[in-house]
């Protein structure tokens, strides 16, 4: 969610050289920055581990080169490396994550639930408070020959999750239509037993190809970028989609667009979810059902499929 205001700062700011400090994994989402973005990728489970792997952290960046330190994650590793900053003299700042806020929202009993500020513009009052103002850019969809559409319908947390019983028919379905347009839906997922389920769709459904664990992170931005339509839970696809210029339709259950956790560029619009009291129920959809059914996702595999091909009508 960071990438697109990192670009803007690095374009609206050319003399401004930025390090972006990750996990090694997130290294392709910044591979096309302008020249003045580097990556530097911490290793948290060898050499960067613990405090005595941040000090070392510390050290392997140099630190001391820096003039100031954006903290965009506000957790216990960055505020070390944030004091440690602070204390050598360097102009710092962190985002305000709203945790009460955040905590009033999922409550049931609290009635004024209003949408919260999206995530990207938390951190873009960070890069304010050090001095660098950026000016938001309207998202605009590269003008391209599309194809095909994609399908992501795993996430993290249970509470994020479409029913797979449920999905199936909706992969049936949309693959039958795309097949005879000359069309595919491509199936998006990691992890193997994510791989195994998608394996087994491709075989049974007509029109179904899997790309999980075929591709890079980067090609698979690419193939994203291509497509005529992404469907998603709330989770990493909906944002690799938002990075690659393409339409999403999102399938919100336990967590919800008011978090401020919607894909840049996204419209709510096109977010597919049940209007319920009990939602939102987590922010991060880790919290189990208190009604032990998952309510929230019980929704029409015709519901979802008629959105997509709506969608794809406005998408000609």
Partial sequence: MLVPLMRQVAEQYPDLELTMLSRKQYEPL???????????????????????????LMQDLDYHKYDAVADMHNVMRTQYIRTRMF??????????KARVQKWLLVRHNYHH??????????????????????????????????AHIGIAPFAAHRGKIYPIDRMKKVVQALGKQMAA?????????????????????????????????KHTMDEEIGIISRLRLML??????????????????SIWGATHPYAGFLGYGQSETDCI????????????????CQYRDYRCLHIEPEEIIERVQTALQECV
């Fill in 30 to 56: 910044f591979s096309d920055m302008p020249s003045n973005v580097r990556f530097f990728g911490a290793d948290l489970r060898g050499r960067h581990q613990r405090i005595l792997g941040l000090h070392r």
């Fill in 232 to 249: 998603t839970m709330d989770s990493a696809n909906m944002h690799l989609a938002s990075l690659a210029g393409t339409r999403v339709l």
């Fill in 273 to 288: 979810q049940r209007d319920l009291p009990c939602r939102p129920c987590s922010i991060y959809g880790n919290r189990f």
């Fill in 181 to 213: 347009q000359g069309e595919k839906v491509l199936l998006f997922g990691a992890g193997s037993k994510e791989e195994m389920i998608l394996r087994e769709w491709e075989k049974r459904y007509e029109g179904v190809e899997s790309l999980a664990g």
């Fill in 87 to 96: 204390l050598a003299g360097k102009r710092c700042a962190h985002v305000f």
């Fill in 113 to 146: 639930k209003q949408p919260l500020l999206p995530m990207l513009e938390r951190y873009r009052a960070v890069f304010t408070e050090l001095g660098y103002h950026t000016v938001p850019q309207v998202v605009t969809r590269p003008a391209i020959e599309r």
